[in-house]
């Protein structure tokens, strides 16, 4: 058997990191490389950390340590990368050390410390390149970077500004992707709704017909595909509710992950919010008058310094009135270098955690309420995995990892990637049960 360089790779971190690293496996493949997924039969390993919070990159810094100790030749690459200082500081051995969505630095600092040996039959690659998702659906990052400054991410200082792909470019990708058998895009970047803001939301040619680099032209494109596709990191500017039509017409799926972080004004200007300003409820209740079926998911920060009992129930309030469907919460964290740090009044860390429980049970039981309200009713569901007990599938009110399942018991048939119908029959407050129809 000949020879070919092996390399290892390790992705940490939110999806827009994974669709790095799949670009970086790409990339790879069609240098020649083959990925292991085992230290022992790899010639090197690639590491593409997170540091978002202080969790992740004490989870990154230890990956690099276990790369280091069961390989030896580790590339580094990632968010932590832009601290390199500290990664050095820990693992002076690292090969080489690049920041984010440096994609081409670190396939070539693969090639100088590993190089490529061309060969045609290993480096054949399906044209929807190396995909780390399961194949029925796929991240499909349409840009890079983000032009807002919140106080308390440093995202910004990590992977700098606003760079849009050019929409014929993540056309193209979409469309080998759903010819590929995906049955669900999942457009992710920093900022969703600010797409194509940086390149005047140029127009360009695709299927013999003009589209601007647009969130509205994107989604009304993708959304010609036939297949699921669902909006994540939205923020609440005005446009956002120009595609809202799309979403009652079927187009593109009735979902939108808007991460609105906090409800009192005051909080949302010290936090830098975009379309901080905006009278959200009112902008929900118009969204669910166009399209009834809409299911809005959101994040939020309890204890963000400055936060007082005052503040914290108006959020509370906020969360009865909006009805939201799902929801997620952090306790402010205050991550190195982010400007927020310098807010006085800092919260109690057992203020926060308490805050954060109460949230929680609030919202815990919205959203057990708004599940209930669907049990009776028939849905198409997308079929996940299938277990011996039965299918595990998501409604179209359901992202991959961060929101519920469908369970049908028995279902053993179905295949994974098959979409079917079933009619609700239980829910909690995070999963739903249901039947074949
Ligand atoms: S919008 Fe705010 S939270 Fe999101 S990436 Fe940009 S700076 Fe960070």
Redesign the pocket.
Known sequence: MTYTPTVGFISLGCPKALVDSERILTQLRTDGYTISPTYQNADLVVVNTCGFIDAAVAESLDSIGEALAENGRVIVTGCLGAREDEIRARHPQVLKVTGAHAIDEVVASVREHLPPRHDPFTSLLPPQGVKLTPSHYAYLKISEG?N???TF?I??SMRGDLVSRPVDDVLVEAERLAQAGVKELLVVS??TSAYGLDVKYQPRDWRGRSVQTRFYDLAEALGDLGIWVRMHYV?PYPHVDDVIPLMAAGKILPYLDIPFQHANPRILKLMKR?AASQNNLERIKAWRSVCPDITLRSTFIVGFPGETEQDFTELLDFLSEAQLDRVGCFAYSPVRGAAANDLPDAVPEALKQERLARFMAHQEAISAQRLQQRVGRIETVLVDEVVEEGAVARSRADAPDIDGQVFIDGATHLKVGDFVQVELEEADEHDMWGHLV
């Open positions: 983000c807002h400054r919140c991410c995202i910004p920093q900022d923020y975009p």
